[in-house]
């Protein structure tokens, strides 16, 4: 991981959109400080990107405006309004209401459970078996520099809303899961996350 110009960083999100011509969907997440996003990763189905979002700060619009506008390219969110709204808060960027599959607001409609919010982790146990690490969610994304371990979670969470939206499209075929918190089987069948990075170029603009 290393700091990456303007110049570089534009040329980072253009292969990525090369990506999505093929494969027209990309997973989109924040890392924030309180209200301000400091961290948005994009993924595709080949790639990652990580933008540093205070050094690249003035030109984050210029790089995420067209992508998020582009009506051909599915966005896969989790928690859709609050990411939308926190990257309209710090740098203006406006998304359209169509083309999007919130993760959350699926598994509420899939289940029924409209009482609760399920969290990634908590979605990656459900439909994945897999117990995702959600530890670095509350450290302080402002410092500088951010740990390797920090960056490589925050790809993982992108990359990991390409493999639940998969998964989701297979459980509409199959019974619904079990997403109870009292679950007995949830604690038997977590397992660490092994995702495949080997099938992915982790390009962090960082």
Not at 108 to 134: I, K, M, V
Request: glycine share 2%; net charge negative; hydrophobic share 45%.
């Amino acid at each position: 991981y290393r700091v990456a110009d303007c110049s570089e960083a534009r040329g980072r999100v253009a292969s990525l959109a090369l990506d999505l011509r093929e494969n027209p969907t990309v997973g989109v997440a924040v890392e924030c400080h309180f209200d301000e996003v400091r961290v948005v990763q994009l993924a595709s189905a080949r790639h990652c990107v990580l933008l540093d979002a205070t050094a690249l700060a003035h030109v984050m619009h210029e790089l995420l405006q067209p992508l998020m506008m582009d009506h051909q390219v599915s966005k896969v969110f989790h928690d859709h309004d609050n990411v939308v709204l926190r990257l309209l808060h710090t740098f203006e960027i406006f998304m359209p209401p169509d083309q999007f599959l919130d993760l959350a607001n699926y598994a509420r409609d899939f289940t029924g459970a409209w009482d609760w919010q399920p969290c990634l982790q908590f979605l990656c146990e459900a439909y994945l078996h897999d117990d995702l690490d959600e530890s670095y969610k509350a450290a302080d994304w402002s410092v500088r520099p951010l740990s390797a371990d920090m960056l490589e979670c925050a790809a993982i969470d992108a990359q990991l809303l390409l493999r639940l939206k998969d998964e989701c499209a297979v459980w509409e075929s199959r019974s619904c899961p079990d997403l109870s918190s009292d679950c007995p089987e949830r604690q038997a069948r977590l397992k660490k996350v092994t995702f495949p990075m080997a099938l992915f170029e982790i390009m962090s603009i960082y």
